[in-house]
C-alpha cells in the first residue's frame, strides 16, 4: 500500500533563518507531488506541484522554493524565513492530479 | 484554471438531523473530479466523498452524499444522522489540470 511521510511535525524558527521540510511517498512510483499551505481557520493554497523529477510549477510567488531531486521525495525550502511563512504545510500525492489526493500529516511552522 | 467557493463559514446541527454543505466552483475544465475533505483538530485531511464530473449519479457514502449539479457548478453536501465525530472543517475541492484548488472551508458543529 502506499503511504505518505512529511517530517517534521513541529517546527519553531527564527526570522532569517533556513527551511527544510521534506516529504516521500512510499508504495508508487511516478507520482504527482503537492505542497499546500494553511493559513489559521483558512483554506489551503496550493504553493508548488511537481509532475515528475526535476519538474517544479510554482503556484504563488514567494518567498519559498521547492525541488524533487528523486522521484518519490518533495522539498519545500526557504533560504531566509520570514514571519509570514507561519502557517501549517501539508504535502500530498495523487497518482494522476484527478482522480485521488492523498495528504501527510502536515507541518506546523511557527517563525518567531 | 479552478475556483472553488465555500459560502458558509460556519453551520451547526442538531445530533441526529442532518446538514447540507454548500460549495460551487468555475474550472475551463472539461474532465475534472469534486471532493469533499473532512478536517478534524488533528488537521489530518481526511477524504470524504469524491465525485467524477462525467457521472450523473450522485456519489454516495454511508450517511454522506453530494448534490451534484452540473450545469449550476454547484456540488453540496448533505450529512444525514449527524454525529458528534463529524464535527470538523469541510472542504470543497476541484482536481483537473494536475491540480488540486480548495474551497475556504466550513465549519461544522454538532450540537448534543
Known amino acids: 500500500s502506499q503511504t505518505i511521510h512529511q517530517w517534521p511535525a513541529t517546527l519553531v524558527q527564527p526570522v532569517g533563518s533556513p527551511l527544510s521540510l521534506e516529504c516521500t511517498v512510499e508504495?508508487?512510483?511516478?507520482?504527482?507531488l503537492y505542497w499546500y499551505r494553511q493559513a489559521a481557520g483558512r483554506g489551503l493554497q496550493l504553493l508548488f506541484y511537481?509532475?515528475?523529477?526535476?519538474?517544479i510549477s510554482s503556484e504563488v510567488p514567494q518567498n519559498l522554493s521547492a525541488s524533487r531531486p528523486q522521484d518519490r521525495q518533495f522539498i519545500l525550502s526557504s533560504k531566509k524565513l520570514l514571519l509570514s511563512d507561519s502557517g501549517f504545510y501539508l504535502c500530498?500525492?495523487?497518482?494522476?492530479?484527478?482522480?485521488?489526493?492523498?495528504f501527510g500529516s502536515g507541518t506546523r511552522l511557527t517563525v518567531v | 484554471a479552478q475556483t472553488v467557493t465555500q459560502s458558509q463559514p460556519e453551520m451547526s446541527v442538531q445530533e441526529a438531523e442532518t446538514v447540507t454543505l454548500s460549495c460551487t466552483y468555475d474550472?475551463?475544465?472539461?474532465?475534472?473530479?469534486l471532493f469533499w475533505y473532512k478536517q478534524p483538530p488533528s488537521r489530518q485531511m481526511i477524504l470524504v466523498i469524491r465525485?467524477?464530473?462525467?457521472?450523473?449519479q450522485n456519489a454516495t457514502e454511508n450517511r454522506f452524499s453530494v448534490n451534484f449539479q452540473k450545469a449550476a457548478k454547484s456540488f453540496s453536501l448533505k450529512i444525514s444522522d449527524s454525529q458528534l465525530g463529524d464535527a470538523a472543517m469541510y472542504f470543497c475541492?476541484?482536481?483537473?489540470?494536475?491540480?488540486?484548488?480548495f474551497g475556504q472551508g466550513t465549519r461544522l458543529t454538532i450540537n448534543p
Open positions: 500530498a500525492w495523487s497518482q494522476d492530479g484527478q482522480r485521488g489526493y492523498t
Open positions: 508504495g508508487t512510483s511516478n507520482p504527482n
Open positions: 511537481s509532475v515528475g523529477i526535476g519538474q
Open positions: 474550472t475551463s475544465e472539461s474532465d475534472y473530479y
Open positions: 465525485q467524477e464530473a462525467y457521472k450523473q
Open positions: 475541492a476541484c482536481a483537473g489540470a494536475q491540480k488540486l484548488v
